[in-house]
């Protein structure tokens, strides 16, 4: 029987579909220079201090942009920086209807996801019923990060919730590991499988 008052969801390949080649699309079909862009900026250590908040845009990208080739590859790296968000998140389908069945349920709603500073500026634009969530928490905003247990910790005392009440829903094995060894459930999704989650937190 499911027990827990509240189900707390990351964002990226759980309530939406991310892909970081979208926007390098936009610009080029050169299957060399996506890779590139692909490597560079969106696998960079730049992009994880952004999602930990402990460097700005700005910053990031003079780092970023320093390890490209040409200033034609710059350029492109500088676009896809600046537009990524705009492209690369798409609500994935059937997680509005499964929010909306556990909000008429009863059971509380909340977001935890590695985010950077400028999701809480878009992500009402991406996510599936955005408009029904009692809470959401993005990484950038607390200087934390899955999996250390702070950023768990910080979660709980601000929206003051119980560990033990909560269960979470990432794609990341380790990521459910760090919400279990501060008490909550969890349970590792793999995207697209609605089916599987639906079984899981008992809904029709």
Not at 34 to 48: A, P, Y
Not at 143 to 170: H, N, S, V, W
Request: charged share 25%.
């Amino acid at each position: 029987m499911f027990t827990f008052k509240n189900v707390v969801f990351d964002m990226g390949n759980v309530l939406v579909n991310y892909d970081p080649d979208l926007v390098t699309r936009q610009y080029t079909d050169d299957p060399e220079l996506i890779r590139e862009v692909h490597n560079v900026l969106f696998c960079s250590q730049e992009w994880l201090k952004l999602d930990a908040g402990l460097i700005t845009e700005e910053s990031a990208l003079r780092s970023v942009l320093k390890r490209f080739r040409t200033e034609e590859d710059r350029s492109l790296a500088a676009k896809c920086f600046w537009d990524w968000d705009k492209y690369n998140m798409h609500p994935a389908p059937g997680m509005a209807e499964i929010i909306q069945e556990l909000k008429a349920r009863g059971n509380g709603v909340y977001v935890l996801s590695n985010a950077s500073i400028r999701l809480p500026k878009v992500y009402r634009r991406v996510m599936p019923a955005a408009e029904l969530y009692d809470g959401v928490f993005f990484s950038a905003e607390y200087r934390c990060i899955k999996p250390q247990a702070m950023i768990y910790e910080t979660f709980l005392k601000q929206f003051r919730l119980k560990a033990g009440d909560c269960f979470f829903i990432d794609d990341l094995p380790e990521n459910i590991e760090g919400a279990k060894a501060v008490g909550m459930g969890g349970f590792c999704y793999t995207p697209g499988r609605t089916d599987e989650l639906r079984r899981i937190l008992e809904l029709p």
